[in-house]
């Protein structure tokens, strides 16, 4: 099993950033797989990010060139960064991963809340 704890979400002002952070605990394995989604009320939950172990990332069109996921494998953390952030961002953020020869792994959410 594979454990994920996520930390950075909160209140910001439209045009404001942040920075989630993802940690992985358990059977982690240096091959992985990994993404952000978010879920806003009423809406079905969206891919925002994926990255894998190469470094190799993808982003949803409506947040290229805002957003940016990262991976620090030493850490076994995986990060969002936010910038310029509008109140169409705001939603819960679930980290996902999945690590060779475990089972894919949800984070608990952090909420993100965007002022206008």
């Known amino acids: 099993q594979v454990q994920l704890v996520e930390s950075g979400g909160g209140l910001v002002q439209t045009g404001g950033s942040l920075r989630l952070s993802c940690t992985a605990s358990g059977m982690i394995s240096r091959l992985f797989f990994g993404g952000w989604y978010r879920q806003a009320p009423g809406k079905q939950r969206e891919l925002v990010a994926l990255?894998?172990?190469?470094?190799?990332?993808n982003l949803r069109d409506s947040v290229k060139g805002r957003f940016t996921i990262s991976s620090d494998n030493a850490k076994n953390t995986m990060y969002l960064q936010m910038n310029d952030l509008k109140p169409e961002d705001a939603a819960v953020y679930y980290c996902?991963?999945?690590?060779?020869?475990?089972?894919?792994?949800w984070g608990q959410g952090t909420q993100v809340t965007v002022s206008s």
């Open positions: 990255i894998s172990t190469s470094g190799s990332s």
């Open positions: 996902y991963v999945k690590y060779d020869g475990a089972p894919e792994a």
